[in-house]
């Protein structure tokens, strides 16, 4: 139960530029298999991004309604589906039915409350890909209304034979359009070999984190795979990345606050997850 658990802090922001490698873990979401590399027992949180799923490639053996992530709630927090290949249909206590499809992003914030479930809409062979990823709400918006946003066609920008997807945040001149509700930055990176190496500016005051989807991508010199998290730390201006590969950068001001995690719930005092999985338990 939530309230016999105890919560550690999250280790503290690097104070300065570091390069630490995480690796990530193998869990089960959904009867699928997903790779996490956010939080990992060095490092909970990036800027406010606290969990990272990275799902895929894999061949779908065809979707079968009431199959996938069933029904189940959440609270403090926004969650983020980016796809690279395949189909997925939101439905959410709000009334949202939407299909996702590669390429689009969806953006759900919780607040005081939310349930939604994510059934696949792909049929046998079709290639599934892409994360999930969660955003702690800050104390000032975590008890506020739940909301979604589907976003088709999240801004791009080509760069020396790169291709930059904004997901959260700006940069390169492009911002996306999801609400966030703290200094945020969600890039994908996709880096085709015979690209030339691409140098992207950073804020100094922001802490910032590689996952590798795809390939193997050379962040500042150093070679990174899929399910491993290169932690940046913070006071960069400038990362330099090489394919061939497909990666997300992650940053954000760092989120000085006790965030706690539990199931599909963050807060700040375990009574609010007793609280919010007894609400859920009875139904409302
Ligand atoms: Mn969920």
């Given at each position: 139960?939530?309230?016999?658990?105890?919560?550690k802090?999250?280790?503290?922001?690097a104070?300065?530029?570091?390069?630490?490698?995480?690796?990530?873990?193998?869990?089960?979401?959904?009867?699928?298999?997903?790779?996490?590399?956010?939080?990992?027992?060095?490092?909970?949180?990036?800027?406010?991004?606290?969990?990272?799923?990275?799902?895929?490639?894999?061949?779908s053996?065809?979707?079968?309604?009431?199959?996938?992530?069933?029904?189940?709630?959440?609270?403090g927090?926004?969650?983020?589906?980016?796809?690279?290949?395949?189909?997925?249909?939101?439905r959410?206590?709000?009334?949202?039915?939407?299909?996702?499809?590669?390429?689009?992003?969806?953006?759900?914030?919780?607040?005081?409350?939310?349930?939604?479930?994510?059934?696949?809409?792909?049929?046998?062979?079709?290639?599934?890909?892409?994360?999930?990823?969660?955003?702690?709400?800050p104390?000032?918006?975590?008890?506020?209304?739940?909301?979604?946003?589907?976003?088709?066609?999240?801004?791009?920008?080509?760069?020396?034979?790169?291709?930059?997807?904004?997901?959260?945040g700006?940069?390169?001149?492009?911002?996306?359009?999801?609400?966030?509700?703290?200094?945020?930055?969600?890039?994908?990176?996709?880096?085709?070999?015979?690209a030339?190496?691409l140098?992207?500016?950073?804020?100094?005051?922001?802490?910032?984190?590689?996952?590798?989807?795809?390939?193997?991508?050379t962040?500042?010199?150093?070679?990174?795979?899929?399910n491993?998290?290169?932690?940046?730390?913070?006071?960069?201006?400038?990362?330099?990345?090489?394919?061939?590969?497909?990666?997300l950068?992650?940053?954000?001001?760092p989120?000085q606050?006790?965030?706690?995690?539990?199931?599909?719930?963050?807060?700040?005092?375990?009574?609010?997850?007793?609280?919010?999985?007894q609400?859920?338990?009875?139904?409302?």
């Amino acid at each position: 139960m939530p309230y016999r658990l105890r919560f550690k802090p999250p280790p503290p922001p690097a104070s300065g530029p570091v390069c630490d490698l995480l690796s990530g873990r193998t869990a089960s979401v959904g009867g699928g298999s997903v790779r996490r590399v956010l939080p990992h027992p060095k490092r909970r949180l990036v800027g406010a991004w606290c969990f990272a799923d990275h799902f895929g490639p894999s061949r779908s053996a065809g979707d079968v309604p009431g199959q996938g992530v069933g029904p189940h709630p959440h609270i403090g927090l926004q969650t983020v589906t980016w796809l690279l290949a395949g189909r997925t249909r939101h439905r959410d206590s709000l009334g949202t039915n939407q299909v996702i499809a590669s390429g689009q992003l969806n953006w759900m914030t919780a607040g005081r409350g939310i349930a939604h479930a994510e059934d696949g809409e792909n049929s046998p062979g079709d290639i599934v890909h892409g994360v999930q990823l969660w955003v702690a709400l800050p104390e000032a918006h975590r008890h506020g209304a739940p909301a979604f946003e589907h976003i088709p066609d999240p801004p791009q920008v080509q760069t020396g034979g790169a291709t930059v997807t904004l997901l959260a945040g700006s940069l390169l001149g492009e911002t996306c359009p999801a609400t966030t509700f703290s200094p945020l930055l969600g890039a994908d990176l996709a880096l085709p070999g015979g690209a030339s190496a691409l140098t992207l500016p950073l804020q100094p005051d922001f802490e910032h984190a590689v996952m590798v989807l795809e390939g193997t991508v050379t962040v500042e010199g150093r070679p990174v795979t899929p399910n491993h998290l290169l932690y940046l730390g913070t006071r960069r201006s400038a990362l330099t990345l090489q394919g061939p590969g497909r990666a997300l950068l992650l940053g954000g001001a760092p989120l000085q606050e006790p965030v706690a995690m539990w199931w599909n719930f963050v807060f700040r005092d375990p009574d609010e997850a007793a609280a919010a999985a007894q609400a859920w338990n009875d139904a409302d």
